[in-house]
């Protein structure tokens, strides 16, 4: 039981590179959140899935799409990436009330 | 505006105290609170969740309360250990479950 899992773990990209960054779950949970983590900003949610075949934006959707491929699997994507996204980058997932949340190991990406 | 705060954001102190993290809300319409534990490059680990209709959850060394009237939630650790330093985090999800704000933390640092 691998719990969530992300890949890559590093990424440095150029601007105006795009990039997909992947996470699956292995609990049977409908729903699943990326956030990213900047110093002295805390935690902020980008997008969220109640369940395959949604999506809502959270606080900070603006330059990045996601895909709830699956139950299983919820990818973000970056069209065109900029300096403002470097930060680390946070999946996880829930069950349907409490929403108790389980957080992935992160991707720390760096955009030049 | 919904906001989070967690004062201190740094405590140190030597190894077998008891010690009070705090966690203040400025919306009382929670839905849940939910307390984790984040060590340096790592992803975060639920410890405690507290759904609104509950005053408090334990786990071995570890109680959170919940007083939503105040704004407020503590995590109290007992008999603290080096093992334990870590960033701790809480998150206040509302009605929403796209609506999640997390705090920025208390960094902990136990003495040996």
Not at chain 2, 34 to 49: E, H, I, Y
Request: aromatic share 10%.
């Amino acid at each position: 039981n691998a719990g969530v899992t992300q890949t890559p773990k590093f990424q440095v990209l150029k601007t105006g590179q795009s990039m997909t960054l992947q996470c699956a779950q292995d609990m049977n949970h409908n729903s699943m959140y990326w956030y990213r983590q900047d110093p002295g900003m805390g935690l902020r949610l980008i997008y969220y899935s109640a369940s395959e075949g949604t999506t809502d934006k959270g606080e900070v959707p603006n330059g990045y799409n996601v895909s709830r491929l699956n139950k299983r699997e919820f990818s973000l994507r970056l069209e065109s990436a900029a300096p403002s996204q470097t930060s680390v980058y946070f999946c996880a997932s829930s069950e349907v009330s409490p929403y108790e949340q389980y957080f992935g190991p992160g991707t720390r990406l760096t955009v030049t | 505006k919904q906001e989070v705060t967690q004062i201190p954001a740094a405590l140190s102190v030597p190894e077998g105290e008891n010690l009070v993290l705090n966690c203040s809300f400025t919306d009382s319409a929670i839905y849940n609170l939910q307390w984790f534990r984040q060590d340096p490059g790592k992803g975060l680990t639920s410890l405690l969740l507290i759904q609104s209709s509950q005053r408090e959850q334990t786990s071995g060394r570890l109680n959170a309360s919940l007083d939503k009237s105040s704004g407020r939630s503590t995590l109290y650790i007992a008999a603290s250990q080096p093992g334990d330093s870590a960033t701790y985090l809480c998150a206040v999800l509302y009605s929403s479950a796209s609506k999640i704000i997390f705090g920025s933390g208390t960094r902990l640092s136990i003495r040996p």
